[in-house]
């Protein structure tokens, strides 16, 4: 299983597994899981629980991620960030709406690019926190397997588009991750039921998954060992959370609590919240609960608690109805409903589930991990270690692009099958016409306008004839993790270009559109350009653990250690200034075999932590 590598230089051993882990990045709780002994196992921590908060704190000196970080809503809420998933891939228009849902700042100057968070002074993007995640759940595994991993599959939405998907893959490789695969939530849990082992089986499986802030209903159907979704449906902004605070709203009402001191007041607010989800958690099992804050006893009864959610329950419903809708079933139809994600804990959803699909749901397994273990089990797959199982996902919006009058053409249309590849022809509508210029959307609406952009560039070339006699066939090709590639050519004059469309996050449109150029002129400037930033990143990281090394061990370090470990720090600094890369490079391996033997010199493990990660 793992690879052992010495360092000849400084006799080092390294150990390095051929695992590929699997990975639920969820809104409200995340976790790792992987294939022990040919079982999908989660990893549990330290406090033997294998859920980590989706939630980063951030204090001037470190990052907290987890349990740790989930403390500090309460006594420092502006600097504790969850919910980040939330934000992955979306522009600030697109969570304008619901900005006050979060205590921390969520800023933008421009509508149209990406939301970055503010903490202090800093800015961060969604994918840099949610790479604090993963880095986290990567030091977890990393430590039971004592090995250093790095090839992970990690799970999103059915709904998630390919912004989105695209942002979590550059999460994973944030945090050191090769990210193989970008898997569907309710394929992976299916996967973890083992539903479709028997090829002789056709079934067709609904996959209820009421997380903390979201709910999703897939339809699967799952035959010869493929696993395809038919429909999607849901509410990003309905969970456990609106559990959570439907108590609390009775409890303001009930216990005649001030709004204005829940407004001035965070971290009374977030004690309210917390406790609220304790109560909520218990009455999973027990009928009654209270407790006391601040001298004040609150109290709420399982009766009352099910009258409170109950509209929240039935909505999820309607979305369970508006999916089969899609799938064009009968809910007659659906052999198995799989339960995922916490607040299936609550029996009142269960029952109510259980009694809309007129079956008892399938709830063996723990809802919190399963789709870890179906990432695992995914994972595994992809490492070559199971028999070969198809995985056949659906687009969930579709993809076309901008025709005459700013309309949308639909391409790919949604739910359509993933890999999916399509076709058309168009022409010019200009005499001597030979620049056309492609604008890709995604979106339902029949005006662009409506719909989201995600990128346009322009045929040159094409040869001057009269409007309507070039012929310009476009493909769009969907591969299996969503992410789009967009070919044009004119079939007179074989003029051709092709775009790999990522998502527009942290640029502005026209950046966006110069870079899609640019791809397309110079695939290996683009080439070139990625892995600078990627080691300007890589260099900046070394430079701040290094910083924040030398803080850290000022009392062990001898003065000329401390002054040459700056000085390489710096002359690292002033080539991430620069663009050369292989500058870059050079500066951190010279900071690295510097430093190195003061680490091993240093008998704090601490020490050895706060440098691990940076070997090149
Ligand atoms: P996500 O997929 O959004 O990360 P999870 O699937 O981890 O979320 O679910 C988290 C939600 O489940 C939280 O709202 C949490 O309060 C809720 N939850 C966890 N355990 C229970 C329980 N025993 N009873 C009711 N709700 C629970
Ligand atoms: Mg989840």
Redo the contacts with the bound molecule.
């Keep these: 299983m793992a690879k052992i590598s010495i360092n000849m230089k400084e006799g080092d051993v390294e150990k390095e597994s051929d695992v590929i882990i699997g990975i639920?990045l969820?809104?409200?709780?995340?976790l790792v899981a992987y294939i022990k002994d040919g079982k999908a196992v989660a990893i549990k921590g330290s406090n033997k629980e294998a859920?980590v908060p989706?939630i980063i704190h951030f204090s001037k000196e470190d990052i907290l991620v987890g349990d740790a970080a989930k403390e500090k809503l309460i006594s420092d809420p502006s600097n504790t960030i969850f919910s980040v998933?939330r934000l992955m891939g979306k522009s600030y228009g697109d969570v304008d709406k619901v900005k006050e849902l979060f205590s921390y700042s969520i800023i933008d100057d421009d509508t149209e690019s990406l939301v970055k968070i503010k903490v202090g002074e800093k800015y961060y993007t969604p994918i840099e926190l949610s790479a604090e995640i993963l880095k986290e759940l990567k030091k977890r595994i990393e430590k039971e397997l004592d090995a250093k991993v790095s090839k992970a599959v990690i799970t999103v939405p059915a709904y998630f588009n390919d912004a989105q998907r695209q942002a979590t893959r550059d999460a994973g490789k944030l945090a050191g991750l090769d990210v193989l695969r970008i898997v569907n939530?309710p394929t992976a849990a299916s996967l973890a039921y083992g539903i479709g082992q028997d090829a002789e089986i056709e079934q067709t499986i609904a996959v209820y998954?009421?997380?903390?802030?979201?709910f999703d209903i897939s339809i699967l159907k799952i035959h010869i060992g493929i696993f395809e979704v038919l429909s999607t449906n849901g509410d990003t902004f309905l969970?456990?959370?609106d559990?959570?605070r439907a108590i609390v709203n009775y409890w303001i009402e009930k216990n005649k609590i001030d709004e204005a001191k829940i407004a001035s007041d965070k971290s009374f607010g977030q004690s309210l919240r917390l406790m609220a989800?304790r109560a909520?958690?218990?009455?999973?099992?027990t009928d009654s609960f209270s407790a006391t804050l601040d001298g004040v006893e609150y109290s709420i009864d399982k009766k009352t608690f099910q009258d409170l959610i109950q509209p929240l329950v039935e909505k999820t419903i309607d979305s369970c109805k508006m999916a089969l809708k899609d799938a064009k079933l009968d809910k007659a139809a659906i052999d198995h409903v799989v339960m995922?994600?916490?607040?299936?804990?609550?029996p009142l959803v269960n029952e109510s589930v259980g009694s809309f699909f007129g079956k008892p749901v399938n709830n063996s397994l723990d809802?919190?991990e399963v789709?870890a273990l179906g990432a695992a089990i995914q994972a595994d797959v992809l490492a070559g270690n199971q028999k070969d199982l198809l995985l056949l996902d659906i687009t969930p919006l579709s993809l076309g692009i901008e025709t005459v009058g700013g309309l949308m053409d639909t391409i790919i249309p949604r739910n359509n099958k993933v890999p999916a590849r399509a076709g058309r022809n168009y022409t010019t509508s200009v005499d001597g016409q030979t620049n056309l210029k492609i604008a890709v959307y995604q979106g339902e609406r029949d005006l662009i306008e409506h719909n989201r952009k995600l990128g346009e560039f322009i045929l040159k070339g094409i040869p001057p004839m009269p409007m309507g006699l070039p012929k310009i066939e476009i493909q769009f090709i969907l591969n299996a993790d969503g992410i789009l590639t967009v070919k044009a050519k004119e079939l007179r004059s074989n003029v051709e270009q092709e775009i790999e469309i990522k998502s527009s996050y942290g640029l502005s449109e026209e950046e966006m559109a110069l870079m899609l150029l640019d791809s397309i002129k110079n695939a290996e400037s683009d080439m070139n350009a990625r892995v600078l930033l990627e080691s300007r990143n890589e260099g900046n990281n070394v430079y701040k653990s290094t910083l924040r090394f030398l803080a850290q061990n000022d009392h062990i370090l001898t003065d000329e250690e401390k002054a040459k470990t700056k000085d390489f720090a710096e002359a690292l600094n002033t080539t991430i200034q620069g663009d050369d890369k292989d500058a870059i490079n050079q500066a951190m391996e010279a900071l690295n075999e510097y430093t190195s033997p003061i680490a091993h010199k240093a008998m704090d493990l601490n020490i050895k932590d706060a440098l691990k990660g940076k070997k090149m």
Aim: hydrophobic share 20%; proline share 3%.
């Design positions: 639920d969820g809104t409200t709780n995340s859920l989706s998933k939530e998954d009421l997380g903390g802030g979201t969970g456990g959370d559990f959570d989800e909520k958690k218990q009455l999973s099992t995922v994600g916490g607040s299936t804990r609550v809802p919190d789709v």
